[in-house]
């Protein structure tokens, strides 16, 4: 087994990739992928099926990435790359762009002029028209499905703002959302044509009860605003709003109203959406401060956590003062404010989970009440076993801490080093840099009282050059055992997670703030110091890394295996390939998206010995991502076969007619619907 590569030079920290800032739009179809060995393995016949990666990649108008704006990388249509592992020796890929009807809509206001004034445009992470409502990027991650009276495994691709689409798995083209639009609750109480639904990015599915599990929440005003004032950002809104129609002001006053709500959806894959409204002990509601990013099912609970990914109003804005750098950068330094330091967890008993409210028949609400916890650390990603023995929930955590994923770089950022230099241009709409080190947690929880029995987070230390500390800068996504060999669930999950592959970002200089410096320095929870994390990224940074996290009980909760990229690589989206009819945790593949220089990669690993390097390495003349997110390996794919079907045009038409537009905008956007989006979709099984 041969040791890590490490990045420890002391030539100074290596600038981020070049082709990390950039993504293509284009749209590829049984493209062959060169595969390079690195040994002297072939690619093994048990690597098979297929791997779903998705990136946002830009919109209709900034034709790819980085956005000329500046806008974050997260705001952008979501493109799927599947890799397919069909015949020996060989790998093809397919892409697709995630095409929901907002999606022509969106294409037609930027490209008829007609329709120009009503186009969607970049705020910060949303993508907002004030006409048509928000846009539905499909660019987190997907949900496999196989309910009991499915023929074949089904597959969802998921957004925090919008409805959950299935597509089908073999032309990747987006056939149906889960729901009708009339089934989920906006964030406002003025419903556009395309309104702004705030979900999970990860909805669950137990094979083992052919349930689905997803939620709908908003949040009032208030926690929205987080800080205050944002006068100049109201004033703008209200002059776009004046060039649109004369009616504007009032149309404004009935988008102000927003609330508290949080549900918990059930479905069963054909029916008609079931839901409960959450509420604590004392009858109140349950308030969501930053967002639901991820939720988790056991035997027995309900796992949901306000994770670590905050959205306020500043984060909608990218830059309101353009020729005035200095006051934009003092403006956003006085309102902007950190994530919060700990993370909040609601757990809802399953076997409360009775007849719940079903919204398309206007029937009456159903409460039920929820146990609520505090992690002591701020946290993004999680995974539950699904085994709870004596209520016991075992959860595994992933603590990014001091790590803002909703801040970008802005065009006035400047370098946290003296002379404080502006950034790279290049670097516009990037992450900003993590302020301390990342850390990892398992926990296990009495269900019935929410208390934590027993828990153990690593590093529990920092040591600048343990393995343990290099490793941990960054922590993004994962990867594990997601399915067992079984006769009766083809998509059976384990009942334990022992073994987790994370991948982590490294720490890198040239993505550094004076601002983020600024906004973190009196982080509570902070383990390595300030001065310390600037000496270490300026010196030679900390390399990106793929490492095995031995999760089976707290007493061996370590890094069992790591691999550091080379110094100049990132690496992300890791996915677990098992290998052949295998049931072990290590006995797989490991598979992630590679940058470096100009170049884009997958590189492909033994899960069994991470330190060894990639055995095989992918690429193509063709191969462009973004800045991939989440991954899913499906072992068939197939044209779809369920006939649940929400059809377009009636899903959408009643809102188009009794949205409050003026007689002449209302009808243009009943043209616009007719002649540019409801033409895509021929209102039952098939859509482009």
Request: hydrophobic share 35%; with cysteine; charged share 25%.
């Amino acid at each position: 087994m041969s040791e890590p590569t490490k990045s420890n030079t002391k030539a100074g920290c290596p600038p981020v990739p070049e082709s990390l800032v950039k993504a293509k739009r284009d749209e590829l179809t049984d493209i062959k992928l060169n595969i390079t060995k690195m040994g002297e393995k072939d690619l093994p016949d048990d690597l098979r099926g297929h791997v779903f990666i998705i990136a946002p990649v830009g919109t209709v108008h900034s034709g790819g990435l980085p956005f000329k704006s500046g806008d974050s990388f997260l705001n952008g249509d979501g493109m799927i790359y599947r890799l397919d592992f069909n015949n020996k020796s060989e790998v093809r890929l397919k892409t697709r762009i995630v095409k929901p009807p907002d999606y022509y809509a969106d294409q037609a206001t930027w490209s008829l002029k007609k329709y120009a004034k009503y186009r969607f445009g970049n705020h910060g992470i949303i993508r907002f028209s004030l006409a048509l409502g928000s846009r539905n990027n499909l660019s987190i991650a997907f949900m496999p499905m196989k309910f009991a009276e499915d023929f074949q495994e089904r597959l969802l691709v998921n957004y925090d703002a919008g409805r959950h689409y299935e597509i089908d798995t073999e032309t990747l083209k987006v056939v149906t959302p889960v729901g009708w639009n009339k089934e989920w609750r906006g964030e406002t109480k003025l419903n556009f044509p395309f309104q702004p639904v705030l979900t999970t990015a990860h909805p669950v599915f137990d094979v083992r009860t052919s349930e689905m599990f997803t939620v709908n929440y908003g949040r009032s005003l208030g926690s929205f605003l987080g800080t205050f004032p944002f006068v100049e950002a109201v004033n703008k809104l209200i002059e776009e709003g004046e060039k649109l129609f004369p009616e504007a002001p009032q149309f404004l006053e009935k988008f102000a109203p927003f609330e508290d709500f949080f549900y918990l959806i059930r479905w069963d894959g054909e029916g008609e959406l079931e839901r409960w409204r959450l509420v604590l002990p004392d009858g109140s509601p349950v308030k969501i401060k930053q967002c639901v990013h991820q939720i988790g099912v056991t035997q027995d609970y309900i796992v949901l956590m306000d994770t670590s990914f905050k959205c306020e109003l500043w984060q909608t804005i990218n830059n309101p003062f353009p020729k005035n750098k200095d006051l934009a950068r003092f403006i956003r330094k006085k309102l902007d404010r950190p994530m919060l330091p700990y993370t909040t967890i609601y757990i809802v008993r399953r076997d409360r989970l009775k007849a719940g409210q079903r919204p398309v028949r206007n029937e009456q609400e159903v409460k039920i009440v929820v146990q609520k916890l505090e992690l002591p650390l701020e946290c993004t990603h999680f995974l539950v076993d699904y085994d709870n023995p004596n209520r016991k929930i075992v959860l595994h955590a992933v603590h990014t801490c001091a790590w803002d994923v909703g801040e970008w770089i802005r065009d006035y950022d400047v370098s946290a080093y003296p002379p404080y230099k502006p950034l790279p241009s290049r670097l516009l709409g990037m992450e900003q840099s993590e302020m301390d080190i990342s850390r990892l947690g398992r926990y296990e929880i009495d269900g019935k009282t929410g208390e934590i029995v027993e828990q153990k987070v690593i590093p529990e230390v920092f040591s600048p050059e343990a393995e343990e500390c290099r490793c941990t800068w960054g922590i993004a996504l994962y990867a594990y055992l997601e399915r067992l060999p079984s006769p009766i669930y083809p998509t059976l999950p384990p009942e334990k997670i022992d073994n987790i592959y994370w991948v982590s970002l490294g720490l890198w200089k040239d993505l550094i703030t004076e601002f983020i410096c600024d906004l973190y320095k009196h982080y509570k929870n902070q383990k390595v110091p300030l001065q310390e994390l600037l000496r270490i990224a300026e010196e030679e940074g900390r390399p990106s890394c793929l490492f095995r996290v031995d999760t089976a009980s707290t007493n061996s909760m370590k890094i069992a295996d790591c691999y550091e990229f080379p110094p100049g690589h990132i690496g992300l989206s890791p996915q677990f390939v098992p290998r052949g009819d295998g049931n072990s945790s290590t006995n797989g593949y490991i598979l992630c998206t590679v940058w470096f220089g100009n170049s884009y990669e997958i590189w492909i690993f033994e899960a069994w010995d991470l330190k060894q390097g990639p055995q095989w390495k992918l690429s193509h003349p063709s191969l462009n991502f973004g800045l991939t997110l989440h991954a899913v390996w499906l072992p068939t794919i197939g044209a779809r076969q369920a006939r649940y079907n929400v059809p377009v045009k009636p899903d959408y038409q009643d809102l188009v007619k009794q949205f409050p537009y003026p007689p002449e905008i209302k009808k243009e956007i009943q043209e616009l619907f007719d002649n540019e989006v409801y033409p895509h979709f021929d209102g039952d099984t098939k859509s482009t």
